[in-house]
């Protein structure tokens, strides 16, 4: 395991991704935003579709589609343990686990090839610098059919907007919801440019599309989420 994988595996671990699930209930219309957008610019993919799911977590958006699309194949990456353990107990118990493969790694270290669509949601905000964020686009582009969709959705925003306080002060009043404490606000605004990544829309949007990616069109925004659609060039 990498130095990067275990740090991550370790801000990720047992405990976070025991509590994942429930510790943004109160921002339960948002998810479903995101899952609705999901579905709808993935939804005309073929009915065995390969779908790969960059940064899955405890699989939210895998335990959304499968139930939709009841031949799609998904294969769950991420680089916590913890959180694919996660993911895959809620796919034995729904019963879509068949249809499944996990793999405890990083896009780029996975070897399957030509997936059909994929998703990665509220991941590449993690990497804080251009080339690795690029880099991580890239791996996802390089293991997509040509054409192939992805639904990218990251907490985005241009720090130097005139709306930018406005739309920070909105934000972590909805994050207030979940509990957060007054030195966790602090906290979280001293952590957006620094362990989450500052870069705005359009350089974003220029990441994806060095890395092999059609120019994405923004089709939601809420808060300081941010989503696209785009497909692999």
Known sequence: ???????????????????YDNQFE??????????LILETGLGKLPDNARILVAGAGTGAEVRYLATRFPKWQFALIDPSNAMLDVARRHA??????????FHNAYVSEVEAFDFDGATSLLVSHFLTQADSRTAYFRSIADRLRPGAP???????ANMNAPDFPMVMELWLNL????GMTPEGRAHYQQMFGSQFACHGPAKVEHMMES????LPAQCMQAGLIRGWLTAKA
């Open 211 to 214: 890395a092999g990616f059609a």
């Open 1 to 19: 395991m990498s130095q990067d994988k275990f740090a991550l595996s370790e801000a990720f671990g047992p405990d976070h991704a025991a509590a």
């Open 26 to 35: 109160e921002l339960q219309a948002i998810k479903g935003l995101l899952h």
């Open 150 to 156: 992805l639904f990218n959705a990251d907490l985005c």
């Open 92 to 101: 034995e118990a729904e019963g879509f686990a068949a249809r499944c493969t």
């Open 175 to 178: 994050l207030s919801r979940t």
